[in-house]
Structures are given as structure tokens and as C-alpha cells.
């Protein structure tokens, strides 16, 4: 499950239903835990993204 506040500058994100490539060009500033964390998870075509 591909979270933003696991993401660094540079990874690749893609969905392995329609092919669609999100590269990070900025990291989020939220870190995992803390109560205002992102908790939702990125996704395309209704499931994961994961990190190519």
C-alpha cells in the first residue's frame, strides 16, 4: 500500500490495471503516526498503487 508519508522525491507510483505513472515531485511534509498523518492510501482503478 503506497501511503504519501512513505513517498520520497523521485518514486515512481504505478497502476498495474491501466498502466498510469505518478512520479513524486515533492514529498509530503506529514509523518507516519502523528495524528494529522495522511492515512489513505493511494490508489487508481479501485486498488493500490505500488512503487515501480
Sequence with gaps: MANCCD???GD???CNVCGLELKVSKPCSCK????EA??????????DM???
Design 38 to 47: 495522511c492515512n489513505v492510501p493511494l490508489q487508481c482503478c479501485n486498488q
Design 7 to 9: 513517498m520520497k522525491e
Design 32 to 35: 507516519e503516526g502523528e495524528e
Design 12 to 14: 515512481l507510483f504505478v
Design 50 to 52: 505500488v512503487k515501480k
